[in-house]
């Protein structure tokens, strides 16, 4: 693995780990919303990762060597969580209530979002660490070479 493949690879880490932090926190802002554009109330977004495929540059020099280390990581999808169902809570002054009363809350638990939240944040951070190690690396083996 070179070494800026490496420093690639930390990049789209924490890239994707910022995105997963922004839809957390869009979920989190939208915990009260009855009523959307959609009709119904806010669906809470998921986020996907999957391995990103890059041709690496050797493959157009040789056919020996075997290039696919680790490319990194993208966003593969956003989606809506359809299995976790919403909260009915009686609140019969509230516009949205049915004839019984009853609000039909976001499928948000604020919990699982924080918890998420602390994961993706730990995992953003695992990234930028490996990024300084390995831009720590590459400044020794340049004080190396000036010897």
Do not use: C, W
Request: aromatic fraction near 10%; proline fraction near 3%; avoid cysteine.
């Amino acid at each position: 693995m070179g070494l800026f493949q490496a420093f690639n690879i930390s990049a789209t880490g924490m890239t994707a780990e910022r995105f997963r932090t922004d839809i957390i926190a869009e979920n989190i802002a939208n915990v009260n919303t009855t009523s959307t554009e959609g009709g119904g109330p806010y669906r809470r977004k998921i986020v996907t990762f999957s391995e990103k495929k890059v041709t690496p540059f050797s493959q157009f020099y040789s056919h020996s060597l075997n290039a696919a280390i680790g490319n990194g990581v993208k966003v593969f999808s956003v989606e809506d969580d359809t299995e976790t169902d919403f909260t009915m809570t009686y609140d019969p002054s509230n516009p949205d209530a049915n004839e019984d009363g009853y609000v039909l809350y976001p499928n948000v638990n604020v919990v699982t979002e924080m918890t998420n939240l602390i994961d993706a944040t730990r995992a953003y951070e695992a990234n930028a660490t490996a990024f300084n190690a390995s831009k720590q690396l590459a400044q020794t083996g340049l004080q190396v070479g000036q010897s």
